[in-house]
């Protein structure tokens, strides 16, 4: 069972429309990351929440994270081919001892195609 | 201010054989984190280094192990290759100890295994 899920996997749209990507658990994280990954690159860090209820803008993106920590969801408004992309949500580890020394946990990633 | 750095970019390699990843992190940063992303996937953590030590290690085998030197660059070596190890191998890195530090990714290693 996946830690993170992240729906759908697989978005195609075109220029100009809206979307939402959603990342969901059971669990409840103190924080939350949202990255984009471009095609021979590595992943890139759109955003952190760390509130729950907390709503961060960027651009055309919005990311909000629930009021209970356990899930967060991306908006797209008025997306555009540059938006294309795999769109990753991530939290942060622990060890056994219980403390967080930055491992990342990803779900499986939004694959988005923005036709033009 | 150059970020992360991976070599090679692609290697190909035969099952049984051993590769070796090299990774050289952000300016300024000294902790190195290595993560294997299959085809369609979210990354999976493999381990961290820190102070030259492995810190922490995800659920993978004996069969991947790190080392991180005194300028802290990292290397990754995998032996025995499998099929199922060929992905994209992602070093990240990130400065200091804490849990909060944003981690900057390289563009990765293509491994495949024929």
């Known amino acids: 069972t996946q830690l993170l899920e992240q729906s759908p996997q697989f978005l195609s749209i075109q220029e100009g429309e809206n979307l939402t990507v959603y990342c969901n658990s059971s669990s409840v994280f103190s924080s939350l990351q949202w990255y984009r990954q471009e095609p021979g690159e590595g992943p890139v860090l759109l955003v952190t929440?760390?509130?729950?209820?907390e709503v961060k803008k960027l651009k055309r993106l919005t990311f909000q994270f629930g009021d209970a920590r356990k899930d967060s969801s991306l908006h797209i408004t008025a997306a555009q081919p540059g938006d294309t992309g795999l769109y990753l949500c991530a939290v942060l580890g622990a060890n056994a001892g219980g403390t967080s020394y930055g491992k990342l946990t990803f779900g499986q990633g939004t694959i988005l195609t923005v036709h033009p | 201010d150059a970020g992360v750095t991976q070599s090679p970019t692609h290697l190909i390699k035969t099952r049984g054989q051993q590769v070796t990843l090299r990774c050289s992190p952000k300016?300024?940063?000294?902790?190195v984190s290595w993560y294997q992303q299959a085809l369609g996937q979210g990354p999976q953590f493999i381990f961290q280094y820190y102070e030259e030590e492995e810190r922490q290690r995800g659920n993978f085998p004996d069969r991947f192990s790190g080392h991180q030197f005194p300028n802290y660059s990292s290397e990754l070596n995998v032996n025995a290759l499998l099929l199922g190890d060929s992905a994209l191998y992602l070093c990240?890195?990130?400065?200091?100890?804490?849990?909060?530090?944003?981690?900057?990714f390289g563009p990765g290693t293509r491994l495949t295994v024929t």
């Open positions: 300016s300024g940063h000294d902790t």
């Open positions: 929440v760390v509130t729950g209820g």
């Open positions: 990240a890195s990130s400065p200091g100890t804490g849990a909060s530090y944003e981690q900057y």
